[in-house]
Every structure is written in C-alpha cells, then in structure tokens.
C-alpha cells in the first residue's frame, strides 16, 4: 500500500508560478515510477510528467520549457515547479505512484487555477 497527499495547488495569474508537491509513504521500495496528471473539466486526464526511479523524466510536450519535477527521496517527496503558468493549465492535478500495470495508486488531486 502506499498513499499520496498532493499539496500547492491555488489561484495564481497567468504567468505566475506554483509548486506542487506530493509526499508518499508505506510501500515506497516498490514504487518505479512518480507521476503528475492532470485533468480539466470536460476533458479526459493526462500525463503531466514523470520521473523514474533513476532519476529519468519525461513531460508533456504542451509544459515542456516551462514544468520540472524533481524528486526528495530524503522526504520521500515528489515536486512539480510549474513556471509561466497559462489558462490552459487549469486543472485537477493528481500525483501517481505506478509499481506496475496491474498496481498503481493516486492521490486526492490538488487545484491549479490560472486566471488571465
């Protein structure tokens, strides 16, 4: 088992930035990749980024530039630095750990709102 709580989400100007985090715990040793998806009302949920447990990371073509995450393995802690923030960014923002395809967890989804 393991359990996610999303922290940073808000309000914030477009242009403004915001730092999300996820912190984890229980079952962490299984955990090969973290994530952050996102999902916009109407619109079906996507991947975000991802970091591997080697570090490897990947995004969105659409943040590309403008997010990074980054890992704390110390806090056991996933962050999402989003810069430049848009409109389009709004969304649910949710962290995932994915041990494999048949296991995987999510956490409760944080806010992000960006008002032009």
């Known amino acids: 088992q393991v359990q996610l709580v999303e922290s940073g989400g808000g309000l914030v100007q477009a242009g403004g930035s915001l730092r999300l985090s996820c912190a984890a715990s229980?079952?962490?040793?299984?955990?090969?990749?973290m994530a952050w998806y996102r999902q916009a009302p109407g619109k079906q949920r996507e991947l975000v980024s991802a970091?591997?447990?080697?570090?490897?990371?990947n995004y969105a073509d659409s943040v590309k530039g403008r997010f990074t995450i980054a890992r704390d393995n110390a806090k056991n802690t996933v962050y999402l630095q989003m810069n430049s923030l848009k409109p389009e960014d709004t969304a649910v923002y949710y962290c995932?750990?994915?041990?494999?395809?048949?296991?995987?967890?999510w956490g409760q989804g944080t806010q992000v709102t960006v008002s032009s």
């Open positions: 995932n750990a994915y041990m494999s395809v048949s296991s995987e967890y």
């Open positions: 229980g079952s962490l040793h299984s955990i090969n990749v």
């Open positions: 970091i591997t447990r080697g570090g490897n990371t």
